[in-house]
C-alpha cells in the first residue's frame, strides 16, 4: 500500500527530552511512520526540552534559553511535528524569542502533535498496519482539551477523536469502551511527585478502569502519561502494556503483535 | 473552625489513607458530575448559555462600579437599608451592630459562602449571637464543628452513618438509625423551632439586579424564605461581583445555576427579595473582600465571574481524591485555588500547583472562566512573589542549565540512563516520591538522538 500526498513535507521531528531518554523505540516509529506517509523529516540533533517542566512549576522565566535553541532547531521547517500533546500545546501557547519572534511566531503555527498532523495535513484515511489487540485509549488532557483532537466530555458538541479516528484504521485493533473517556491520569508534570498521593490514586483509577474493560495494551499519544501509568501498572504487576499511538500505527503487516 | 496550617498536598495524602474511603468521594462527586452532563445535554443550545452568561458577567465587571450604584439606588428605593464593607472584618461588624441593635442572641442562616469566607460564624459566637445553619447539609458540618468541605454540598465528604451519629448525639435520634429519610425528617423538626424563634435571619445573595434592586436566593430546601419571612429582619449579605443588570438575564443565569451544580433543571426555590415587609427590616451588606483587587489584576479578573455553582469541584479528578478540606480554605476546588491567592499569597500558595492543568474545570464553568490557565498564571505569579521554597527554585535552576545546553543535556541523560542501570538504588528508594507506588521506566541503552546519529552514519 501506498499512501500519496501532493509533494514533499519538509517536517522537523520534535522528540521531547523524556521520550529521547527513555523511550527511544517511541521516537523511531515516529520517525518511521511519517517516512512511510511520504514526509522528508530530519531530526535536528541540537534540540533538547520544550521547557515545560520549568513553565508549569511556575519558572516561565527561566525557559528563555530552551525557548532560544527550539527556534534556532526548528525555525527551517514546513512543519514541527512531535508525538506528544503536552509538549506541542506548551510550545503553542508559550514559545517566545525576544531575539527572532517572528520565527517564534511562525513555529507555533506549524507545530502539530503527530495524530492531529495525519489526519489534518497528511489527511491519511488508510493506514498500511496491524495490530491484533484490545487496545483501550488514553486521552491525555492538554492534547484533547488544549489541542482539541478530541470532543470533550463536558462539552455539548459533536463526537470526534483524531486519535480514535487513526486507531480505527488498523486493521485488528480492538478499542475497548471506557467508563470515563476523557480523565486525567494524574501525571501533570511536578505534580505527579508533588501530589504523589492524588497522582498516584489518579493513576490507579484510569488503569482499573481500563483493566475492568479488557484492555490488554492502554495507548495514547502522550508518553508522559503512559510513563506514569506504567509506572503503576508494573508495581502492581499487571500484564497490561503501555504503547505510544505511533508505535500502534507504525505495526507492519507482517508483525505478530506479542503483547 | 482553624484553619489548617499544612498544605494541600500532605492535608491530600492523609485523605488517601483510607483509599475504600478516597473510592466514595470520588463516585459520589463524579456521580454528580454525570448528573450534570445529563442536564447540559438536555440543553442543544448549552454552550451558547454559557458564552452569554459570560458575555453578561463580562460586562458586569467592566461596569461594576455604575451597576452597584444603580442597585444601591433601586435598594434604598424599595426600603432596603444597604451597607458597604471593604473586608471581612468589616462586614463582621456591620452584621453584629446590627443584630446587636435588636437585642439578637440567637439566629438562623441559610447559606451564605460570603460569610464562611468573611469567618462570621466566630466572630458572632464571639460577640455572646450563637448562630444555627438551616442549610441541612451546613447544619450537619456545623454540628460536627467542621468548615464545609464544597459550596454546594457542604457535607458531601461524610457518610450517611456519621450524620445518623451526629444526630443521635445533638438532636437525639436512635442510635444507629442512619435512614436519610428519617434524619432530614429530624433536622426539619429541629430547624422548625429555630425558624420560629429567630428574630434575625442572614442569607446569602446568588444574583443581585442592579435594574430593580431586588436579590435571588437559590435553595432546594426553602430555608432561606422560612428564615427571612418569619424573622423581623433580615440581613442579606452579597459580594459585590454578585450583580447582574437586569432581570432579563436571570433567565440565562437560572438555567445554568443549577443544572451545574446539582445537575437539575432549576433549583426547587429561586426566591426574589426585594423589600421588607411592613414593620420589617432588610440589609444588604456589599462586600469587597480582596475582589476590587482581584478586578483590578487582569490576569485573574474572570475569576470573578463566578456563580458558585461547584461544577469545577465535581468534575476535578484532585478535588475528588483530596476532599474539599484539604484545600485549607472557604471556597475549595479549581475556583477556590484560584480565589484563595488573591485573599493571601502566602497561606494559599499552594493551591494553584494542586492541579494537573487538565483543564476538565474551565470547560464545565458555566460562565467560561479559564480557570486552568489562571491556575498556570497564579504559579508564575506566586514563583516571581517569593512564595517558593528555595530548595525547588535551586532544582528549577539546574535544570534550566541542563535543558538550555545541547552539550549539557546529552551528557545528563547519559548519565542518568547509566545510573539507573548500574545503580537502581540510589533512584529507587524512599527518597524518591515517585518510586513510593511506581516503576522508573526501564533505562534503554540508547537514547533516541544517539540511535538516530548512528542511523545517519551508517547511511553515508
Redesign the interface.
Known amino acids: 500500500m501506498t499512501i500519496k500526498i501532493a509533494s514533499t513535507v519538509k517536517v522537523g521531528l520534535f522528540?521531547p527530552?523524556y521520550?529521547?531518554?527513555?523511550?527511544?523505540?517511541?521516537?523511531?516509529a515516529t520517525?518511521q511512520l511519517l517516512q512511510k506517509l511520504g514526509c522528508e523529516v530530519e531530526?535536528p540533533?541540537?534540540?533538547?526540552?520544550c521547557?515545560q517542566?520549568?513553565?508549569?512549576?511556575?519558572?516561565?522565566?527561566?525557559?528563555h534559553?530552551?525557548n532560544s535553541?527550539f527556534v534556532r532547531n526548528f525555525a527551517a521547517y514546513d512543519y514541527i511535528v512531535a508525538p506528544s500533546g503536552s509538549c506541542v500545546l506548551h510550545i503553542k501557547e508559550h514559545l517566545h524569542d525576544p531575539a527572532n519572534e517572528p520565527a517564534a511566531a511562525g513555529i507555533r503555527q506549524r507545530i502539530y502533535e503527530l495524530t492531529e498532523f495525519l489526519t489534518d495535513i497528511l489527511k491519511v484515511t488508510a493506514l498500511p498496519a496491524r495490530f491484533p489487540c484490545k487496545v483501550g485509549l488514553h486521552q491525555s488532557?492538554?492534547g484533547q482539551?488544549?489541542l482539541g483532537l478530541a470532543q470533550?466530555?463536558?462539552?455539548?458538541?459533536s463526537p470526534f477523536s483524531k486519535p480514535e479516528q487513526l486507531l480505527r484504521m488498523v486493521a485488528g485493533v480492538e478499542l475497548v469502551e471506557l467508563d470515563?473517556k476523557?480523565?486525567?491520569c494524574?501525571?501533570?508534570?511536578t505534580?505527579?511527585?508533588?501530589?504523589?498521593?492524588?497522582?498516584?490514586?489518579?493513576?490507579k483509577?484510569r488503569i482499573a478502569d481500563h483493566v475492568k474493560h479488557g484492555a490488554e495494551v492502554i495507548t495514547g499519544t502522550d508518553v508522559s502519561c503512559l510513563?506514569?501509568l506504567?509506572?503503576?501498572l508494573?508495581?502492581q504487576h499487571q500484564p497490561v502494556k503501555v504503547m505510544h499511538i505511533a508505535e500502534i500505527l507504525n505495526q507492519q503487516i507482517h508483525e505478530q503483535a506479542n503483547h | 473552625m482553624n484553619r489548617p496550617t499544612t498544605d494541600h498536598a500532605t492535608l491530600a495524602d492523609k485523605f488517601n489513607e483510607n483509599e475504600p474511603r478516597v473510592n466514595w468521594h470520588d463516585e459520589t462527586l463524579w456521580w454528580v458530575r454525570a448528573k450534570r452532563d445529563r442536564q447540559a445535554w438536555s440543553i442543544p443550545e448549552w454552550e451558547l448559555l454559557r458564552e452569554t452568561a459570560s458575555q453578561i458577567k463580562l460586562n458586569v465587571l467592566g461596569n461594576l462600579h455604575d451597576y452597584l450604584i444603580q442597585f444601591e439606588q433601586q435598594a434604598l428605593q424599595n426600603g432596603a437599608v444597604v451597607h458597604w464593607a471593604a473586608d471581612a472584618a468589616e462586614h463582621n461588624r456591620i452584621v453584629t451592630t446590627i443584630l446587636q441593635r435588636h437585642g439578637v442572641k440567637r439566629m438562623v442562616k441559610s447559606k451564605s459562602m460570603l460569610t464562611e469566607e468573611c469567618h462570621l460564624n466566630p466572630h458572632l459566637q464571639a460577640n455572646g449571637i450563637e448562630v444555627i445553619d438551616t442549610d441541612l447539609g451546613e447544619r450537619i458540618v456545623q454540628l460536627a464543628k467542621e468548615p464545609p468541605s464544597h459550596i454546594v454540598l457542604p457535607c458531601i465528604h461524610k457518610k450517611k452513618e456519621e450524620i445518623g451519629e451526629l444526630f443521635h448525639e445533638h438532636l437525639g435520634t436512635p442510635a444507629g438509625n442512619a435512614d436519610p429519610q428519617f434524619l432530614t425528617a429530624a433536622a426539619r423538626q429541629h430547624l422548625r423551632q429555630e425558624f420560629l424563634q429567630s428574630k434575625a435571619a442572614i442569607t446569602g445573595v446568588n444574583f443581585a439586579v442592579a435594574e430593580t434592586g431586588e436579590m435571588v436566593v437559590c435553595t432546594n430546601e426553602g430555608n432561606a424564605d422560612m428564615g427571612a419571612h418569619l424573622a423581623d429582619v433580615h440581613i442579606a449579605c452579597m459580594g459585590m461581583e454578585k450583580i447582574v443588570p437586569e432581570r432579563k438575564h436571570l433567565g440565562v443565569f437560572l438555567r445554568l445555576l443549577a443544572r451545574s451544580a446539582t445537575g437539575q433543571p432549576i433549583t426547587t426555590y429561586s426566591s426574589h427579595f426585594r423589600k421588607p415587609a411592613p414593620g420589617k427590616e432588610l440589609h444588604i451588606v456589599i462586600v469587597d473582600n480582596g475582589r476590587s483587587r482581584q478586578l483590578g489584576r487582569e490576569d485573574f479578573r474572570n475569576s470573578l465571574k463566578c456563580i458558585r455553582c461547584g461544577a469545577c469541584m465535581n468534575t476535578c479528578p484532585v478535588y475528588r481524591r483530596s476532599g474539599g478540606h484539604s484545600y485549607h480554605t472557604a471556597v475549595a476546588g479549581p475556583i477556590g485555588a484560584i480565589l484563595a491567592p488573591n485573599l493571601d499569597m502566602k497561606d494559599y500558595a499552594d493551591l494553584p500547583f494542586a492541579s494537573t492543568l487538565c483543564g476538565s474545570c474551565s470547560n464545565v464553568c458555566p460562565v467560561k472562566i479559564d480557570i486552568h490557565q489562571q491556575l498556570y498564571k497564579w504559579r508564575q505569579v506566586l514563583v516571581q512573589e517569593g512564595h517558593t521554597s528555595g530548595m525547588k527554585t535551586a532544582g528549577m535552576k539546574v535544570m534550566s542549565a541542563v535543558l538550555s545546553k545541547p552539550g549539557n543535556y546529552k551528557k545528563a541523560g547519559k548519565m542518568g540512563r547509566w545510573v539507573l542501570k548500574a545503580f537502581p538504588g540510589m533512584v529507587n528508594n524512599r527518597f524518591n516520591p515517585w518510586y513510593k507506588q511506581r516503576e522508573m521506566p526501564a533505562p534503554p541503552k540508547q537514547s533516541f538522538s544517539e540511535w538516530y546519529a548512528e542511523q545517519q552514519s551508517t547511511k553515508k
Request: charged share 20%; hydrophobic share 35%; net charge negative.
Open positions: 522528540i527530552c521520550i529521547d531518554q527513555f523511550y527511544p523505540q517511541v521516537g523511531i520517525l531530526y540533533q541540537g534540540q533538547t526540552c521547557g517542566p520549568m513553565a508549569n512549576s511556575g519558572y516561565e522565566h527561566l525557559t534559553q530552551c535553541l488532557c492538554h482539551r488544549g470533550m466530555s463536558e462539552l455539548v458538541a470515563r476523557d480523565e486525567c494524574g501525571f501533570g508534570g505534580f505527579c511527585v508533588a501530589e504523589e498521593a492524588v497522582s498516584v490514586k489518579m493513576g483509577d510513563m506514569h506504567e509506572g503503576v508494573r508495581r
